[in-house]
């Protein structure tokens, strides 16, 4: 099995991109909370994203060793610039994935394509075991459509909790 885990909720700072934020301590309980709720499994291989609000969270979740992979970031936005109406630029994104949603964001393309190679190696490289990687919404939609090979679920994207879990059987 498969588990991806969305990260906690982000020390949002509006002046600082997104990829550079922290997790933020008041949603520790959150993380904990689901720690405990054994929807996780005990014995698994974990990874995380080099964003440190993953990093955080996967080091709250677990006493495991975690691998760090660039390659499981978030769809890349290189910018400190706050945007009001966030959810709708990234369905844009979502209805146009080879063109930037945004001035310095990656194509949508370009980030499923970046992610779905890191997870074949690793569930290439882990077949017989549980696997959890820590990462960001945007990216495990991409990914999860790619896997089940339907269509992103923009109403599922849009619903994701900090922390949350998808799990696919891969």
């Known amino acids: 099995m498969l588990h991806l885990v ?38 698994a291989v974990w990874f995380a994203s080099p964003e440190a609000k993953a990093i955080q969270t996967a080091q709250l979740l677990t006493e495991c060793e975690i691998g760090i992979m660039a390659d499981l970031r978030e769809h890349v936005r290189d910018s400190s610039e706050w945007i009001s109406d966030f959810d709708a ?29 890191a997870v074949r190696g690793i569930l290439a490289a882990h077949r017989a075991e549980e696997i959890v990687l820590v990462g960001h919404g945007t990216a495990w939609t991409l990914l999860t459509s790619e896997l089940t090979r339907r269509p992103p679920d923009l109403d599922r994207w849009a619903t994701l909790q900090m922390p949350d879990v998808i799990v696919l059987d891969a």
């Open 6 to 43: 969305r990260h906690g909720r982000p020390l949002v700072q509006r002046d600082r991109p997104a990829a550079t934020w922290d997790l933020d301590p008041a949603g520790f309980d959150d993380v904990w909370r689901l720690r405990e709720s054994g929807r996780l499994p005990g014995q």
């Open 89 to 117: 630029v990234v369905r844009r994104a979502f209805e146009h994935p080879d063109q930037p949603a945004y001035d310095g964001w990656e194509p949508l393309e370009a980030c499923r394509s970046r992610v779905a190679t």
